[in-house]
């Protein structure tokens, strides 16, 4: 049964990163809660697919500001085709230069820390955003697939692929085709893994980070959490956000 077969090759990929990438995410995690326990921030980004572990690192239920994530709207799909479609934003990622213009608006310090999701790694926007920040002294984490990298040149003029460019290279473990299921009469595999793995690893660290923080005895004061816990006052998640708003503004 596809389905089976889909969740029984899910499990092995998470127990692969469990094995392999604990020490990455463990580096990764003590250079995030530096930059937290700093005042300052941890970026995060990826575009196409890669902003989905984004968009679940903060705000997302179990997590906390210092998280920053840095999203433009032409870097994800809202549509299939036409405007905001899927076309428009693979050759916009694929274009060099486009970063620039999205850091206009960002403050990148040197005490910060940049999380960059890429599966493949070779695109020019997650190649250029860690280009610009490694050249701002921040650390660099890359979830990427390491496998990609064997079997793929850098198209990007710099020459370099994202895994490249890290300081910390987390291997999500997804093959390079990404997909894991294959069906008879069908050329190619269905069913994608990299947003799993990907969102298992953003929160592997979130965890990690949370863990280091409370070692440095830097904890942030409140946790963005399920209206469905039992003894949290009513106004803890709009407190969060007013926390957020402090922390961006000192960015």
Partial sequence: MSANQYL?????????IRTTQMDAIQRAARAMA???????AVHLFGSGH????VLDIFPRYGSYPGFHPIMDPRLMWFNITGPGGARELLWLEREEGYIKNVLLSHHLDERDTMLVFSHGGMNAAPIEMALTA????????????????????????????LHDIADIVIDNCSP????L?????LKGNVAASS???AVAISMSLVAETAAELARLGKLPPRVFVSPNVPGVPPTNNEEVFRDYEKFEASL
Avoid: F, M, Y
């Fill in 176 to 179: 390079p085709e990404d997909a």
């Fill in 134 to 161: 490694k050249e701002k002294g921040l650390t660099v984490v890359a979830v990427t697939s390491v496998a990609n990298r064997k079997i793929n040149q850098p198209k990007h003029s710099s020459g370099k692929s």
């Fill in 8 to 16: 029984c090759e899910a499990e092995k990929l998470i127990e692969k």
């Fill in 34 to 40: 530096a930059s937290i326990a700093a005042g300052r």
């Fill in 50 to 53: 890669s902003v989905i572990p």
């Fill in 195 to 197: 947003t799993l793995t």
């Fill in 181 to 185: 299921v294959s069906v008879d009469g």
